[in-house]
């Protein structure tokens, strides 16, 4: 069975630079979730996306942004990376009609900032 | 503030035996307490879910045990194997003034069965 798909799986980058990090959601998955993981914590919400349009904000900083577009992959775009933005980044999908419990969430992306 | 507490941090059993993780809430409008399951170094896995009309669900060697007057809810799994070895998070869903659902997660459990 197709499962979420991540990519990179890992990144390493320096302080002050730009990331991008892409999530293709499982096909007929119309929602997306972006969660961040820090090491030995629970997942943070970033942000989700329903049908291309931003549906609700976590815990996003204003540095990051976010989009879905029109395949209904999304891109998490991080920028003036910090050490703090160290973590595992995850993309999350569901299906129409299901609750969002139901989430499919992909293997992630470690990103590290040196 | 963590809306979902979630009991003990780290858990030890032996192969055969019963693994309890407890979690409590105080948002009565969460609609749905899902349990994931995470091995490192890939992405949480839903593993079983419950409603809060329910007191009890169960699925093979896991059930949920849901308590909605004291607010709290546990995951049991009986015949604990090495296998089972992971970091179990507790969830509740919730809508959001924008009219979606999210997840909010517990600090999760590392367990480890020993064989």
């Known amino acids: 069975a197709a499962g979420v798909i991540q990519s990179p799986r890992h990144l390493i980058k320096e302080k002050r630079e730009t990331a991008t990090l892409k999530c293709y959601p499982i096909p007929r998955h119309d929602t997306v979730y972006w969660y961040q993981q820090g090491p030995g914590q629970d997942p943070q919400f970033l942000i989700s996306f329903y049908e291309k349009m931003q549906s609700d904000k976590g815990s996003i900083p204003d540095r990051f942004s976010a989009q879905q577009f029109s395949d209904y992959h999304s891109e998490l775009n991080m920028s003036s990376l910090e050490l703090g933005d160290s973590a595992l980044y995850f993309c999350?999908?569901?299906?129409?009609?299901?609750?969002?419990?139901?989430?499919?969430f992909g293997p992630g992306t470690r990103l590290t900032v040196t | 503030q963590q809306q979902v507490k979630q009991s003990p941090q780290s858990l030890i059993v032996q192969k055969g035996g019963i693994s309890i993780i407890n979690c409590a809430y105080e948002n009565t409008a969460f609609d749905y307490f899902p349990w994931y399951q995470q091995f490192p170094g890939k992405g949480p896995a839903l593993l079983i879910a419950?409603?809060?009309?329910?007191s009890e669900k169960k699925e093979g060697r896991f059930t949920i045990s849901f308590n909605k007057s004291a607010k709290q809810f546990s995951l049991h799994i009986m015949d604990s194997q090495p296998g089972d070895s992971a970091t179990y998070f507790c969830a509740a869903s919730e809508f959001t003034q924008g009219g979606s659902e999210k997840l909010v997660f517990g600090k999760g459990t590392k367990l480890t069965v020993n064989p």
């Open positions: 999350a999908s569901r299906k129409p009609g299901q609750g969002a419990y139901e989430q499919y």
């Open positions: 419950i409603r809060p009309d329910v």
